[in-house]
């Protein structure tokens, strides 16, 4: 499958985990073009993460994050646990 190029907003790492964190106006999360992007992200961090496990990397996962989410309190932790998106949750 081709995806389209495709540049993420954040890119940050933990001593665990790295992540691409794309935030996103709520309104414009179903549309088109956000979720051909997002399961380009996805497949790319799967395969990221697969190489990952073979050279004892670290895994990658890609947050989805509507605006509406990013608050003060909010931790990564939490934003992880709410936006991962991966290919078995698109819409």
Not at 10 to 35: I, W
Request: charged share 20%.
């Amino acid at each position: 499958m081709d995806y389209p190029s495709y540049e993420p907003d954040f890119v940050v790492e933990t001593k665990q985990a790295k992540y691409l964190c794309e935030p996103k106006r709520a309104d414009l999360l179903g549309e088109s073009g956000v979720q051909e992007k997002a399961n380009a992200a996805a497949v790319w961090c799967e395969h990221a993460t697969k190489h990952a496990a073979e050279h004892g990397a670290k895994p990658w996962s890609y947050l989805l994050i509507p605006h509406t989410a990013i608050k003060a309190n909010m931790t990564l932790q939490g934003l992880s646990a709410a936006y991962t998106f991966s290919l078995m949750n698109a819409t």
